[in-house]
């Protein structure tokens, strides 16, 4: 991911994966909890109580997917929304915005983060990544895997799984080979279903991926219009056509997604929030908020119920 990113969002992650061993069966031992840090995959039903909660939009510095093989999930990455099911793959990169809104009582399937650390650059040189645009910030999150293909798909899960069980030293690079098959198993159908898309719907994505990546650095819809080269009135024709939204809409869901991740993640007063979208004041944020919530800032922050 690029160290822009990082730089700009490092100050919302305040969902640590300390918080997540909390919710685990067993305390893990510091060891345990140093190699979790960088690589984890477990059976979903193994941890349903962790994987079935409904969560407002967070982050966490890792990169983390889903293989689904049972059972439904509606998760969103962004701006955007996808329903997993069966055979399908979620993929969530690190520092991106992430939200579950719905998760059926007989989900299963795998769940697998890692730091993009534990790959060795000289075996796996940074570029060789770019290929696969379910790891990229703006990229297609879900990949959907034919039937007769899923044996092998869980045969490397197994694999990793095995991997992380040892109770030996964990060989990273066997782990990582074990990820790069992976990947490169799902680049083989990611390649094979590109649609043609109308340009209403190729402006519609560029908007929704230039709000996720410009938000704290574009904070009007003329802005990113100018930003995407098109005029105001195109790009809200475009939206119209293709969501039935305007362009405005669409900035305010960013703009609340982004706002919930830093009241619940981050340290960050409700001025310092309001400064990094878009330089309204404290009470122009609260107002704006509530209007759009039901519930203010503070009573977000504190854990309340919105809508």
Same mark, same amino acid.
């Given at each position: 991911m690029p160290? /822009?990113? $990082?730089?700009?969002?490092?100050?919302?992650?305040?969902?640590?994966? &300390?918080?997540?061993?909390?919710?685990?069966? *067993? $305390?893990?031992?510091?060891?345990?909890?140093?190699? +979790?840090?960088?690589?984890?995959?477990? $059976?979903? *039903?193994?941890?349903?109580? +962790?994987?079935?909660?409904?969560?407002?939009?967070?982050?966490?510095?890792?990169?983390?997917?889903?293989?689904?093989?049972?059972?439904?999930?509606? $998760?969103? *990455?962004?701006?955007?929304?996808?329903?997993?099911?069966?055979?399908?793959?979620?993929?969530?990169?690190?520092? /991106?915005?992430?939200?579950?809104?719905?998760?059926? %009582? &007989?989900? &299963?399937?795998?769940?697998?983060?890692?730091?993009?650390?534990?790959?060795?650059?000289?075996?796996?040189?940074? %570029?060789?990544?770019?290929?696969?645009?379910? @790891? /990229?910030?703006?990229?297609?999150?879900?990949?959907?895997?034919?039937?007769?293909?899923?044996?092998?798909? @869980?045969?490397?899960m197994e694999l990793l799984l095995g991997e992380y069980k040892k109770k030996t030293q964990k060989n990273f690079n066997i782990i990582c080979s074990l990820l790069m098959t992976f990947f490169y198993k799902l680049n083989s159908f990611t390649t094979h279903t590109q649609s043609v898309k109308s340009s209403a719907s190729i402006l519609t994505q560029a908007y929704k991926d230039a709000l996720m990546e410009h938000i704290y650095d574009i904070h009007s819809v003329k802005g990113y219009a100018d930003h995407l080269r098109v005029s105001q009135n195109y790009l809200n024709r475009s939206l119209k056509t293709t969501i039935g939204k305007t362009a405005l809409t669409v900035l305010t869901e960013m703009q609340l997604i982004e706002a919930k991740s830093l009241l619940r993640q981050s340290g960050l007063n409700i001025g310092e929030i309001a400064f990094k979208l878009g330089n309204k004041n404290p009470s122009d944020f609260s107002r704006f908020f509530k209007k759009n919530t039901g519930i203010t800032p503070g009573q977000f922050r504190d854990g309340e119920d919105y809508r």
């Open positions: 160290n /822009q990113f $990082r730089e700009k969002h490092k100050d919302s992650l305040l969902l640590k994966l &300390d918080e997540i061993h909390a919710k685990f069966p *067993k $305390r893990l031992t510091i060891g345990a909890r140093n190699y +979790f840090r960088k690589f984890h995959i477990n $059976r979903i *039903k193994d941890f349903a109580p +962790f994987a079935g909660a409904k969560q407002p939009p967070y982050r966490k510095s890792v990169f983390d997917f889903m293989v689904i093989t049972r059972g439904k999930s509606i $998760r969103a *990455k962004g701006l955007n929304t996808y329903e997993l099911t069966p055979n399908s793959i979620f993929f969530v990169p690190a520092y /991106q915005t992430r939200t579950s809104d719905f998760i059926s %009582e &007989d989900l &299963d399937g795998f769940f697998c983060h890692f730091d993009m650390e534990i790959f060795n650059p000289t075996l796996f040189p940074q %570029e060789v990544f770019s290929q696969f645009t379910f @790891l /990229q910030y703006v990229g297609n999150a879900l990949v959907q895997v034919p039937e007769e293909s899923m044996p092998e798909i @869980l045969s490397l």
